[in-house]
């Protein structure tokens, strides 16, 4: 993995973002701290104006933002990215120190990857980095193991048997359709993973 990921971390508070900054150097990414949604726009070529630096030379291959921002939240930003073309399919980790669920749900539906509850620890800047560069190294095979899961999960729905489902790292693509069944794998994660 001689790979650097390059990490574009969004939080209006000083320390919080310093605290995330030093999680990810620790982890061996390359960080670029902005202090709000409108900033992290203008970073990523998304505000309308020009910049200097060209959308291939950015390569920014995860967005860590922070929800309660003054001016642009991090559920707008996650929107704006996913609804451009050009930068859609960087993945959003969107991180709060409020635990509530309808905005867990409605984020992760929106598209993001993961929902982490401050103060973000080590351990979950590491999972997140292996995670990306997982996808990074083979997207068709990520793809096709998503596919194969869902299969997976549809035999076991059909099986009689009631032996537990393993569990697995809750994100965007595990989303049922229905606001109960989303809450409850947060919920699910959120004890599996001491959060809260």
């Known amino acids: 993995m001689a790979h650097e990921l390059h990490v574009l971390a969004v939080d209006d508070s000083h320390v919080d973002r310093k605290v995330i900054e030093r999680l990810l150097k620790i982890s061996s990414c390359k960080v670029t701290a902005v202090e709000s949604g409108r900033s992290a726009l203008q970073y990523l070529g998304l505000d309308g104006e020009k910049t200097s630096v060209g959308i291939d030379d950015l390569k920014v291959n995860l967005i860590l933002t922070d929800y309660s921002m003054p001016g642009m939240t991090g559920y707008e930003l996650l929107k704006r990215i996913k609804e451009s073309s050009a930068l859609s399919k960087i993945p959003v980790v969107i991180m709060s120190s409020e635990k509530i669920l309808a905005r867990i749900d409605r984020c992760l539906e929106e598209g993001a990857e993961e929902f982490l509850l401050k103060p973000v620890k080590l351990s979950d800047v590491k999972r997140l980095r292996d995670f990306i560069l997982r996808g990074e190294g083979d997207k068709e095979e990520r793809e096709?193991?998503?596919?194969?899961?869902?299969?997976?999960?549809?035999?076991?729905?059909?099986?009689?048997?009631?032996q537990p489902m393993p569990s697995s790292l809750v994100t965007g693509h595990d989303i049922q359709s229905t606001p109960e069944s989303s809450a409850a794998s947060v919920s699910q994660f959120s004890k599996q993973h001491k959060i809260g």
């Open 144 to 162: 096709k193991k998503i596919k194969e899961g869902s299969s997976r999960k549809r035999k076991f729905q059909d099986d009689s048997s009631t």
